[in-house]
């Protein structure tokens, strides 16, 4: 959601002042967490590696369909560019278009939606409101926009700027919550309250945020198989190789199992997408296979933490997330 209120404003100066400190680390984007199933338009904001996770897709591609009655004439432009901006974070496979029209409205009907109406939930200073649709495991199945009629809807970058709303409200369709960066410049797009044109273009903080969805649930580029829904942790459905995870005391024990004997590399990753160490590079017969990982990397121990591990064949790949205890 993005406020445009004095009241707002006002509210985020004194945020500033009372955690000035803590804002001079240099990422400080949040996601959403809320593990409920069903329709929702809050959550908690969290760090990347909550231990709680996060909302987020398991596929690739987000279409979204734009309905055109009220302000949303005109629109479909400034719509395609705030979409196409988080295509393009590099690292993320989220595809993101407008991909037709549509009549429906802001409900729960399978169709990622994005309309102009007076409520939804959005009225007054609200400028526009999302809302997730959940499944179990924080997937995000479903997802729409509305965007506040009452005010005026622009795309020259007068107020209020179509495409910058737009892009702010696309980053909380794919999980991501309110930066906790205050008084920056250039603002990042999750900024909390609206700032003009500039929140049409995306900074490192919302990249990052997208990023640590991708790395933290990962999604198969658009032109793979997408990723079976019921086991996000998996390959892809249909899958002759299988991974997971479990945590244990001083480190993780890594299983996979494999249909038939194959060359393959076992790798583990930070939630920056670094390389912390590979635990199996060669061939392994078929069946099921454990490896411990003790937590260390070629230069030392880890910290605690999330990590996530990799397997990949010549034809496959399957990755899970690793719980590094103390
Ligand atoms: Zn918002």
Not at 7 to 15: C, E, K, S
Not at 72 to 94: D, I, Q
Not at 218 to 228: H, Q, T, Y
Not at 253 to 269: C, K, M, N, P, S
């Amino acid at each position: 959601m993005k406020f445009r209120n004095r009241a707002g404003a006002i509210l985020a100066v004194a945020t500033l002042l009372a955690i000035g400190l803590v804002t001079t680390e240099a990422l400080a984007f949040r996601m959403i967490q809320n593990t409920g199933v069903g329709r929702f338009s809050a959550g908690a904001a969290v760090p990347c590696n909550s231990a709680g996770g996060f909302t987020h897709w398991t596929t690739a591609n987000i279409p979204f369909r734009h309905n055109t009655a009220n302000q949303g004439s005109g629109k479909g432009t400034a719509l395609a560019a705030a979409a196409s901006s988080w295509t393009g974070v590099s690292g993320a496979n989220h595809n993101v278009t407008i991909a037709g029209t549509t009549t429906t409205g802001f409900s729960t009907n399978g169709i990622n939606t994005l309309l102009w109406a007076n409520g939804n939930g959005c009225t007054g200073s609200c400028l526009a409101i999302t809302a997730l649709v959940l499944a179990s495991g924080q997937r995000i199945t479903e997802t729409d926009v509305s965007f506040n009629n009452a005010v005026t809807w622009t795309t020259n970058g007068n107020n209020y700027d179509t495409q910058a709303v737009a892009t702010h409200e696309l980053g909380h369709c794919l999980g991501i919550h309110h930066t906790n960066l205050t008084g920056t410049s250039p603002r990042p797009t999750m900024y909390a309250y609206y700032f003009g044109s500039g929140g049409r273009s995306l900074e490192s903080d919302d990249r990052s945020a997208l990023q640590c969805a991708q790395n933290r649930y990962p999604i198969s580029a658009a032109l793979m198989a997408s990723r079976s829904a019921e086991a996000p942790l998996l390959g892809a459905e249909g899958a002759t190789v299988a991974l997971s995870a479990r945590p244990r005391v001083g480190g993780a024990v890594l299983r996979f199992a494999l249909a038939e004997g194959a060359d393959i590399q076992l790798q583990v990753y930070d939630v920056a997408g670094r390389l912390i160490t590979t635990l199996v590079n060669g061939y392994r017969p078929a069946g099921e296979h454990e490896v411990a990982w003790d937590g260390s990397s070629s230069t030392g121990p880890m910290p605690s933490g999330v990590y996530f591990a990799r397997m990949r064949t010549q034809a496959q790949e399957a990755r899970a997330t690793v719980i590094l205890a103390e």
